[in-house]
């Protein structure tokens, strides 16, 4: 049985640009990240999929993960929405 090989991956390069992908901010439960992290997203120009956003609380409920799905033209949108999430002083983490 023979494989086919995306061939972005087949030659190293990892994420394509344009693509759409997804992006998890993980912060304060109490700092309404559900809206704030798609409200960041789109205040850079990105094309936001609103209907994405999924939010999961911590077992304890003091942190919450948002994840968004948005279209991203360029690698340095991409960079720089995740500099723009781990800017805002409500979110620790990206992914």
Known sequence: ?????????????GFVFPG???????GDARANLETR???IL???????RH??????????????????RFHCR????YAAAHAALRDDPDIRYTL
């Open 1 to 13: 049985m023979t494989h086919e090989i995306d061939p972005a991956r087949a030659g190293g390069k």
């Open 20 to 26: 759409e992908f997804e992006i998890t901010a993980m």
């Open 37 to 39: 992290v798609p409200a």
């Open 42 to 48: 789109a205040g850079l120009g990105l094309d936001v």
């Open 51 to 68: 209907e994405s956003v999924r939010e999961r609380p911590s077992r304890a409920g003091r942190f919450v993960a948002v994840t968004v």
């Open 74 to 77: 360029t690698r340095e949108q």
